[in-house]
């Protein structure tokens, strides 16, 4: 049985949900055109998710409720995920592009015999088709991908496309999906150990000092590293800085990289290119440097300042106390 809903796959770890589900919700809702959100949550009795999931408005929650999903393996949710979906067929199905879901989407993919998109930065509707926006091309080109034949529509998106917002007096309905936990006899999971990169760090920083190929020099990193440690943020870089020694594909903002949420992102000697650009869309105050007063950034700018980086940050730095 197909249906026009569109489901967000909700990922919680520990006690804890994965702010890319929350945006998803959001996007979905806007982009819906009548069609319902719905919110389907894998978890154990004692998460109970609902309360924090509801404030953000999916007209229903489908909440698969079993308490070996503590230690699940992949397998084991991409399986109870199938039991659930294949009863219902929905238009089209959400996962953040997180390490979980990047795994969880491709093996539900399969069992489902639908097409996937991976990583993309854009979704909308035409029609009935959900538009997949992605780059491509060594992330050159924005292309738009569709799934017209097969149901559901799936795709991974990346955190921080999107911006997640509570909703007044949600009417949510929450509901006890019907599944069976098979247990795989073929893996199990003996034992976690959470890596925090820098990358994730960057993501949810408030605070971010951005150098470009323009700002490359030993005065520079030091001068940016001493102002984001004054105003409590973190230095990221443009990807041609990844290739120098004092900095890796950690330190990397856009396309390949993290996606900011800050509240302050200052741009130092960065040109603007679109692989760049859509890593800081969701940033809430930007700041940009350039000695080309023609530099594609400050179209992404609330602030620009055309002059040398060098003598941006040593006047900021006498200002900042």
Same mark, same amino acid.
């Given at each position: 049985?197909?249906?026009?809903?569109?489901?967000?796959?909700?990922?919680?770890?520990? +006690?804890?949900?994965?702010?890319?589900?929350?945006?998803?919700?959001?996007? *979905?809702?806007?982009?819906?055109?009548?069609?319902?959100?719905?919110?389907?949550? !894998?978890?154990?009795?004692?998460?109970?998710?609902?309360?924090?999931?509801?404030?953000?408005?999916?007209?229903?929650?489908?909440?698969?409720?079993?308490?070996?999903?503590?230690? *699940?393996?992949?397998?084991?949710?991409?399986?109870?995920?199938?039991?659930?979906?294949?009863? #219902?067929?929905?238009?089209?199905?959400?996962?953040?592009?997180?390490?979980?879901?990047?795994?969880?989407? !491709?093996?539900?993919?399969?069992?489902?015999?639908?097409?996937?998109?991976?990583?993309?930065?854009?979704?909308?509707?035409?029609?009935?088709?959900?538009?997949?926006?992605?780059?491509?091309?060594?992330?050159?080109?924005? =292309?738009?991908?569709? =799934? !017209?034949?097969?149901?559901?529509?799936?795709?991974?998106?990346?955190?921080?496309? @999107?911006?997640?917002?509570?909703? #007044?007096?949600?009417?949510?309905?929450?509901?006890?999906?019907?599944?069976? @936990?098979?247990? #795989?006899?073929?893996?199990?999971?003996?034992?976690?150990?959470?890596?925090?990169?820098?990358?994730?760090?960057?993501?949810?920083?408030? /605070? /971010?000092?951005?150098?470009?190929?323009?700002?490359?020099?030993?005065? #520079?990193?030091?001068?940016?590293?001493?102002?984001?440690?004054?105003?409590?943020?973190?230095?990221?870089?443009?990807?041609?800085?990844?290739?120098?020694?004092?900095?890796?594909?950690?330190?990397?903002?856009?396309?390949?990289?993290?996606?900011?949420?800050?509240?302050?992102?200052?741009?130092?000697?960065?040109?603007?290119?679109?692989?760049?650009?859509?890593?800081?869309?969701? &940033?809430?105050?930007?700041? +940009?440097?350039?000695?080309?007063?023609? &530099?594609?950034?400050?179209?992404?700018?609330? @602030?620009?300042?055309?002059?040398?980086?060098?003598?941006?940050?040593?006047?900021?730095?006498?200002?900042?106390?």
């Amino acid at each position: 049985m197909d249906n026009n809903e569109i489901w967000v796959y909700v990922e919680i770890t520990g +006690s804890k949900i994965e702010p890319t589900s929350l945006q998803l919700i959001t996007k *979905a809702k806007q982009i819906a055109d009548g069609r319902k959100v719905v919110a389907v949550v !894998p978890e154990t009795s004692k998460t109970q998710a609902e309360t924090i999931i509801k404030e953000y408005g999916p007209d229903r929650i489908e909440s698969l409720v079993d308490d070996q999903f503590d230690e *699940a393996t992949d397998e084991e949710l991409a399986d109870a995920l199938f039991q659930v979906t294949d009863q #219902n067929r929905p238009n089209s199905l959400l996962f953040p592009a997180t390490i979980l879901g990047r795994s969880i989407a !491709p093996r539900l993919q399969a069992k489902l015999q639908t097409g996937l998109t991976g990583d993309s930065l854009d979704i909308y509707y035409e029609n009935d088709l959900l538009v997949q926006v992605k780059p491509t091309y060594g992330d050159n080109v924005m =292309c738009d991908i569709v =799934c !017209p034949d097969k149901r559901p529509q799936m795709v991974t998106v990346r955190p921080n496309t @999107f911006r997640a917002k509570k909703v #007044n007096n949600s009417q949510t309905e929450i509901v006890q999906a019907e599944f069976t @936990f098979h247990k #795989n006899k073929n893996s199990k999971i003996i034992a976690t150990d959470p890596i925090i990169n820098s990358s994730s760090k960057l993501d949810d920083a408030k /605070v /971010v000092i951005a150098l470009g190929r323009g700002a490359y020099s030993e005065k #520079n990193i030091k001068l940016a590293q001493k102002l984001a440690a004054k105003l409590g943020g973190m230095v990221g870089v443009s990807r041609p800085l990844t290739d120098e020694a004092e900095f890796s594909h950690d330190d990397q903002i856009g396309i390949g990289g993290a996606s900011l949420s800050a509240d302050l992102l200052i741009n130092l000697g960065i040109s603007g290119a679109v692989q760049y650009t859509v890593g800081i869309k969701n &940033a809430k105050k930007i700041v +940009s440097v350039n000695i080309d007063k023609d &530099a594609p950034i400050f179209d992404d700018s609330d @602030f620009a300042y055309v002059g040398d980086v060098t003598d941006f940050l040593n006047a900021l730095m006498n200002q900042v106390k």
